[in-house]
């Protein structure tokens, strides 16, 4: 079956340093989405890439979807205490179905 | 804005008892979804309606059922709980590309 894996598991940072989380499936993902989930919350809904090599941009996070459509990553810049949680990228299945989750990657900011 | 509803919060159960969660959708959204996340996992898709039919079903026990109801609420019945079973239960509402995610209920088998 499918498998969409996350890297790096954990991610201790700085504040105001950089953070990237890259997902990779074992097979051509149809959309990506991505997700935040805060510690003891739901996951959050962040973004929906569609097009291979797409790009997009939200404040400080960017995310990037492969040229294969095999792998997606998210860019945060200058990271806030805000940003702790578990960053999760999703395949839809071509939208508006069951969700395949990665692994999760857990970010946790040091003041 | 109306978010996804979900109860009870908590739930404690011994072994081998029942347990009925319940979600309320986001108003006039026609899809609902059923997630279980395992402490540390990541979320384990269990079953989908579409306007209240079953359109979908992954990896879910037996002794679980669900179903969406016509004001379209949906329950996910739990029999012969397990300690594996102890996890968080997601209800998340859909009307297109992303999921809405109701708090979860913590499910807690002892």
């Known amino acids: 079956g499918q498998q969409v894996m996350q890297i790096p598991q954990y991610q201790h940072v700085q504040e105001g340093e950089d953070f990237t989380t890259y997902c990779n499936s074992s097979?051509?993902?149809?959309?990506i989405q991505w997700y935040k989930q805060r510690p003891g919350g739901h996951p959050v809904f962040l973004i929906q890439?569609?097009?291979?090599?797409e790009v997009k941009k939200q404040k400080r996070l960017t995310f990037q979807f492969g040229e294969a459509k095999k792998n997606s990553s998210l860019h945060i810049t200058a990271t806030q205490t805000t940003d702790v949680g578990t960053y999760f990228c999703?395949?839809?299945?071509?939208?508006?179905?069951?969700?395949?989750f990665g692994t999760g990657t857990r970010l946790t900011i040091i003041p | 804005a109306a978010g996804v509803i979900q109860s009870p919060r908590h739930l404690i159960k011994e072994k081998r008892e029942t347990a009925t969660l319940k979600c309320y959708p986001i108003?006039?959204?026609?899809?609902v979804y059923w997630y279980q996340q395992g402490p540390g996992q990541d979320p384990q898709f269990l079953i989908s309606?579409?306007?209240?039919?079953?359109?979908d079903k992954g990896s879910i026990p037996d002794r679980f059922s669900a179903q969406q109801f016509s004001d379209y609420h949906s329950e996910l019945n739990m029999s012969s709980l397990e300690l594996g079973d102890s996890a968080l239960y997601f209800c998340?509402?859909?009307?297109?590309?992303?999921?809405?995610f109701g708090p979860g209920t913590r499910l807690t088998v002892l």
């Open positions: 999703a395949d839809s299945n071509f939208g508006n179905e069951k969700l395949t």
């Open positions: 890439l569609v097009k291979s090599g």
């Open positions: 108003p006039r959204h026609d899809t």
């Open positions: 097979t051509t993902l149809s959309n």
């Open positions: 998340a509402s859909s009307l297109g590309e992303s999921q809405y």
């Open positions: 309606f579409y306007e209240k039919m079953q359109s």
